[in-house]
T-cell receptor
Framework: RKEVEQDPGPFNVPEGATVAFNCTYS??????FFWYRQDCRKEPKLLMS???SGNEDGRFTAQLNRASQYISLLIRDSKLSDSATYLC????????????FGKGTKLSVKP | NAGVTQTPKFQVLKTGQSMTLQCAQD?????MSWYRQDPGMGLRLIHY???????DQGEVPNGYNVSRSTTEDFPLRLLSAAPSQTSVYFC????????????FGSGTRLTVV
């Protein structure tokens, strides 16, 4: 099992749609979880951290299920500007500073 | 406040040449990392550091060296460039033991011919 696995995508959705991204991780000892977004030919940028109780930031909601080793990101009322690749990130077993990235899921929001 | 600065932004090397990719951060972050990103492979960790004088290998360290003599700088050295090292290289830094994720530089696009 790969350390961090994501839906392969791409997801093509109309403006205003709700879209969900899923991610599983293999290291049950992981303590830190994040969603990043990456625009074409740009650096990854932190979208939000993911907490055990779940957390929300505007139209974005992240959930963590430690028992299932599963992370999700929900985007409501999607905008054209949400088009990007979304990366699931988990810290590795050996070190808090060693972050493992999923391969990402590409989202295209169409008018 | 510049954040994480990488130089150069673009570089073409011949096979066998050596070079250093520079990375500097002005946020007093203790954690710094180097990643490479290739199509279909995602971001893979090359080397990382949890403080000045401390470095460790990541997933793909072969062919690369690092050192961390100061908190601010974390250069990545390619010892003898190979076409397989053609990639986009990202440097990143984090404070608070990376509990809040990494901040990335804008990347270096390296082509080895």
């Amino acid at each position: 099992r790969k350390e961090v696995e994501q839906d392969p995508g791409p997801f093509n959705v109309p403006e205003g749609a709700t879209v969900a991204f899923n991610c599983t991780y293999s290291n049950s000892a992981s303590q830190s979880f994040f969603w990043y977004r990456q625009d074409c030919r740009k650096e990854p940028k932190l979208l939000m951290s993911v907490y055990s109780s779940g957390n929300e930031d505007g139209r974005f909601t992240a959930q963590l299920n430690r028992a299932s080793q599963y992370i999700s990101l929900l985007i409501r009322d999607s905008k054209l500007s949400d088009s990007a690749t979304y990366l699931c990130v988990v810290n590795a077993r050996r070190s808090q500073g060693n972050l493992i990235f999923g391969k990402g899921t590409k989202l295209s929001v169409k008018p | 406040n510049a954040g994480v600065t990488q130089t150069p932004k673009f570089q073409v090397l011949k096979t066998g040449q050596s070079m250093t990719l520079q990375c500097a951060q002005d946020m007093n972050h203790e954690y710094m990392s180097w990643y490479r990103q290739d199509p279909g492979m995602g971001l893979r960790l090359i080397h990382y550091s949890v403080g000045a004088g401390i470095t460790d290998q990541g997933e793909v360290p072969n062919g690369y060296n690092v050192s961390r003599s100061t908190t601010e700088d974390f250069p990545l050295r390619l010892l003898s460039a190979a076409p397989s090292q053609t990639s986009v290289y990202f440097c990143a830094s984090s404070g608070n033991r990376a509990l809040y994720g990494y901040t990335f530089g804008s990347g270096t696009r390296l082509t080895v011919v």
